[in-house]
T-cell receptor, first 111, second 117 residues
Framework: SQQGEEDPQALSIQEGENATMNCSYKTSINNLQWYRQNSGRGLVHLILIRSNEREKHSGRLRVTLDTSKKSSSLLITASRAADTASYFCATATDSWGKLQFGAGTQVVVTP | ETGVTQTPRHLVMGMTNKKSLKCEQHLGHNAMYWYKQSAKKPLELMFVYNFKEQTENNSVPSRFSPECPNSSHLFLHLHTLQPEDSALYLC????????????????FGPGTRLTVL
């Protein structure tokens, strides 16, 4: 079964607005990572949050982690057209930390 | 530019062909991965290599055959594929194979878009 599931599946916003997407997972993790993928390209790592952390920032990105609810959120503030991409959460769960990816949230930012 | 390159970027092959995908990482990493990405589905981990040794084969059909001659290069040999094998094949690397409580960031190549006719 799928470990991480992103919500919503797709999101369409205008430049300058904030974009929020969520990730829920089933089993306990040692860390959760967010990746971004432009159409037809490879994934690019955005941010990693460890299980003992609750919030992390990187530029216009803010990630939260709630281990009691087994969920994480990714917030992109003041979005730009260049933020148009698919965003994936990936969780590391077992003793050697194999990453499991969700199906992604497709974000479209229109000028 | 993530330091991981893949060739070819696009490949169209018939079901009876034999072809190979190549991945090279310039990051000095020890672990390398093959993933399959199909439309609307999560990434599927196929193979994991650590210091040239295969540590994971995620129930992948034998028509996919990986090869890791050294820590910098990873190949995926393809033969007698099916149309449902059409997908984006992504290679990734990480500094080390994840250990308990520690999972490294993975660096991905741009992928090979494979179409099987």
């Amino acid at each position: 079964s799928q470990q991480g599931e992103e919500d919503p599946q797709a999101l369409s916003i205008q430049e300058g607005e904030n974009a929020t997407m969520n990730c829920s997972y089933k089993t306990s993790i040692n860390n959760l990572q967010w990746y971004r993928q432009n159409s037809g390209r490879g994934l690019v790592h955005l941010i990693l949050i460890r299980s003992n952390e609750r919030e992390k920032h990187s530029g216009r990105l803010r990630v939260t982690l709630d281990t009691s609810k087994k969920s994480s959120s990714l917030l992109i503030t003041a979005s730009r057209a260049a933020d148009t991409a698919s965003y994936f959460c990936a969780t590391a769960t077992d003793s050697w930390g194999k990453l499991q990816f969700g199906a992604g949230t497709q974000v479209v930012v229109t000028p | 530019e993530t330091g991981v390159t893949q060739t070819p970027r696009h490949l169209v092959m018939g079901m009876t062909n034999k072809k190979s995908l190549k991945c090279e990482q310039h990051l000095g990493h020890n672990a390398m991965y093959w993933y399959k990405q199909s439309a609307k589905k999560p990434l599927e981990l196929m193979f994991v290599y650590n210091f040239k040794e295969q540590t994971e084969n995620n129930s992948v059909p034998s028509r996919f055959s990986p090869e890791c001659p050294n820590s910098s290069h990873l190949f995926l040999h393809l033969h007698t594929l099916q149309p449902e094998d059409s997908a984006l094949y992504l290679c990734a690397s990480s500094q080390d194979l994840p250990a308990s409580g520690s999972t490294d960031t993975q660096y991905f190549g741009p992928g090979t878009r494979l179409t099987v006719l």
